[in-house]
């Protein structure tokens, strides 16, 4: 089992604002970074470290995190936006860990 | 722009040993300080770290796969490999490379996976 745990399913308004959350122990020392998995594809980074965005990603992802808890936001959600999304830490038992992933639909 | 691509067989039967290569194009596997990653996905269940390699030769595994699996660099060839021995149905996934970095903000550090592979299907069947 995930050493992060996040909810299974959120949904969002198209337009609309929403936080996915990541709960662990090992967030109280590391920054989550957050991916975004489509179905079929291969996950794709969306967020690192404090809240840094790789080139590409759109500015409505952005990065939170307080005491044992990090979040990712999406301002003004698109249909695009419908993923898995999961975050992952170090975590001083395995070196990497991931959470068990959010389904977000966009309705 | 670095890609990673993986390689390997589909199909492999139980109890015998899954090989996965991943080969780095676009850039040099030691140019920097990476942790080259392997992560596997089961159909319908989230994703899995298994493991990674620096090229010093420095490995993390997961404890649950440790006893089982090898990983390893190739700088001459600019490959990564994963070697996970005595397979069972557990162990039929997609098996994605990715390559990690470290990085430090004023308080934290924080780990991430930057670059991936499209992903190969591995299938553990007799």
């Known amino acids: 089992s995930s050493e992060l745990t996040q909810d299974p399913a959120v949904s969002v308004a198209l337009g609309q604002t929403v936080r996915i959350t990541c709960q662990g122990d090992s967030l109280r020392s590391y920054y989550a970074s957050w991916y975004q998995q489509k179905p079929g594809q291969a996950p794709v980074l969306v967020i690192y470290g404090k809240d840094n965005r790789p080139s590409g990603i759109p500015d409505r992802f952005s990065g939170s995190s307080s005491g044992d808890t990090a979040s990712l936001t999406i301002n003004g959600a698109q249909a695009e936006d419908e993923a898995d999304y999961y975050c992952?830490?170090?975590?001083?038992?395995?070196?990497?860990?991931f959470g068990g992933g959010t389904k977000l639909t966009v309705l | 722009q670095v890609q990673l691509q993986e390689s390997g067989p589909g199909l492999v039967k139980p109890s015998q040993a899954l090989s996965l290569t991943c080969t780095v194009s676009g850039g040099s596997i030691i140019s920097g300080t990476y942790y080259w990653s392997w992560v596997r996905q089961s159909a319908g269940k989230g994703l899995e770290w298994i493991g990674c390699?620096?090229?010093?030769?420095?490995?993390s595994y997961d404890p649950s796969l440790k006893s089982r699996l090898t990983i390893s660099v190739d700088t001459s060839k600019n490959q990564f490999s994963l070697r996970l021995n005595s397979v069972t149905a557990a162990d039929t996934a997609v098996y994605y490379c990715a390559r990690g970095l470290q990085g430090r903000s004023a308080y934290y550090y924080y780990y991430y996976l930057d670059v991936w592979g499209k992903g190969t299907s591995v299938t553990v069947s007799s």
């Open positions: 390699s620096q090229t010093s030769g420095t490995t």
């Open positions: 992952n830490s170090r975590d001083s038992r395995t070196f990497w860990v």
